[in-house]
């Protein structure tokens, strides 16, 4: 964990580094960090969510993440730096794909659609680095993204339903793109 931290300290220093010399540093060096990022933020994301689960049970871990999805995956913002979770059929309105998140998105579901390996990229904008990485459906996501009735048992639907009016991001299967993390370095 600190190894992780340290590493994205040094990498964020090399980018200023970088800027500061008004060099243009390689995507590649996004990739690094951003996928750090993702990495560590997911392990928060899990590690909460399967605690809160086996405490209390999957109706109360759909509260738990209600009141505290948003906050652990912003958890590594800086002024420059905004870490999101976004989807095509969110459950939180708050993740809805913005823009350019669309043009990833089409690309992921594409790659995926046609069986071609999926990984992390950037695009570039005017103002911004934006990072993205898909988001796959595992196991342990069924309980509350699977199929409803099935994967998802209808008291908990109920719970959800009650939570989010509109869910859209029920009745997932196993491997499907479930969202994707998308950073925005701002430049
Ligand atoms: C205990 C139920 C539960 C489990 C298990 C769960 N989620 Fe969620 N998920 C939620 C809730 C509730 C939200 C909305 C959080 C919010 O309000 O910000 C959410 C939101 C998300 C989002 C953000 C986009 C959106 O729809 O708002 C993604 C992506 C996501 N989940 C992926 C996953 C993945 C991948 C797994 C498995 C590793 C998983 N979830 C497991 C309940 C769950």
């Known amino acids: 964990m600190i190894r992780k931290l340290l590493f994205i300290s040094f990498i964020l ?4 580094a970088c ?8 995507t590649t ?8 990022i993702a990495a560590i933020s997911f392990d928060h994301l899990r590690t909460a969510l399967q605690a809160s689960m086996s405490t209390d049970g999957p109706a109360a871990a759909i509260a738990f993440c209600r009141q505290q999805a948003m906050p652990l995956t912003s958890k590594y913002n800086t002024d420059s730096i905004t870490v999101m979770r976004v989807a095509e059929k969110f459950r939180n309105p708050s993740n809805a794909l913005k823009n350019p998140d669309s043009t990833a ?9 046609n069986g ?4 992390s990229k950037t695009v570039v904008t005017d103002s911004a680095i934006h990072y993205y990485k898909p988001i796959l459906l595992q196991p342990l996501c069924s309980n509350c993204h699977g199929v409803a009735g099935k994967d998802i048992p209808a008291s908990l639907v ?5 939570l989010y009016p509109g869910d ?7 491997g499907e793109l479930r969202g994707m993390w998308h950073i925005r370095f701002d430049k």
């Open 168 to 174: 859209m991001a029920k009745d997932f299967l196993v």
């Open 13 to 16: 220093f090399l980018l200023s």
């Open 29 to 36: 060096d996004y990739i690094k960090v951003g996928d750090s």
């Open 116 to 119: 071609d390996s999926i990984f």
């Open 158 to 162: 109920t719970v959800i339903d009650s």
């Open 19 to 26: 800027d500061q010399q008004k060099k243009v540093a390689d």
């Open 105 to 113: 998105w089409s690309q992921y579901k594409t790659a995926i659609a």
